[in-house]
């Protein structure tokens, strides 16, 4: 069981839009940066988003972060069957002294 | 260009122990917070451990606390994670993540991942 909760998939047609959302509480995303994360199968996770909604030299515009109170939420348009992978959301739980994940999504492009 | 390589994985019986070991390049270490994170394969990120340039702040997740112990050279330019009374389900790839700002707990920046095996 994760401390950040996001669907375990989530899927949709190329050229869409898609989002991923990721909920917490007060002690993790209420109070803290999110980031986001990039895994393609079989490899190393790739950071996407950092700072709630800033993105990496060499992420293109069509990924965007934001956050509100304690919920968060990866948008990627313009999709691609490139973009399939899995995606996590992480932060800062000051409660537990600890960096906390969600549980991953994966996303599928029809 | 900035490089994580872990090394020292591999297989360990129930109440071994191990050291993994991060060798990095293309950074000044002592400028960054650096991180352990685990994967077992098809499953999620877990955070394992932290640790501020000057090794003044330590945290560890739950599980591993009293177990894992993550140190750093920043001299040699490396960062360790002692492992001792490992069990089953520490078994995972380890990988060395460095921290992009301090304070804000992103990675930008991750090795190539080491496996951790821990059975009998």
């Known amino acids: 069981q994760s401390v950040l909760t996001q669907p375990p998939s989530v899927s949709a047609a190329p050229g869409q839009k898609v989002t991923i959302s990721c909920t917490g509480g007060s002690l993790n995303l209420g109070g803290n940066f999110v980031s986001w994360y990039r895994q393609f199968p079989q490899t190393i996770p790739e950071l996407l988003i950092y700072?709630?909604?800033k993105r990496p030299s060499g992420i293109p515009d069509r990924f965007s972060g934001s956050k509100s109170g304690t919920s968060a939420a990866l948008a990627i348009t313009g999709l691609q069957t490139g973009d399939e992978a899995d995606y996590y959301c992480g932060t800062w739980d000051s409660g537990l002294r600890a960096v906390v994940f969600g549980g991953g999504t994966k996303l599928t492009v029809l | 260009e900035v490089q994580l390589v872990e090394s020292g994985g591999g297989l360990v019986q129930p109440g071994g122990s191990l050291r993994l070991s991060c060798a990095v390049s293309g950074f000044t270490l002592s400028d960054y917070w650096m991180h352990w994170v685990r994967q077992v394969p098809g499953a999620g990120l877990v955070w394992v451990a932290r640790?501020?340039?000057?090794?003044?702040?330590?945290n560890y997740a739950d599980s591993v606390k009293g177990r894992f112990t993550i140190a750093r050279d920043n001299a040699k330019n490396k960062v360790n994670l002692e492992m001792t009374s490992v069990r089953v389900e520490d078994t995972a790839i380890y990988y060395c993540?460095?921290?992009?700002?301090?304070?804000?707990?992103?990675?930008?920046?991750w090795g190539q991942g080491v496996p951790v095996t821990v059975s009998s």
């Open positions: 640790c501020s340039g000057d090794m003044t702040y330590i």
């Open positions: 993540v460095r921290e992009g700002k301090s304070g804000t707990d992103y990675f930008d920046s």
């Open positions: 700072e709630n909604n």
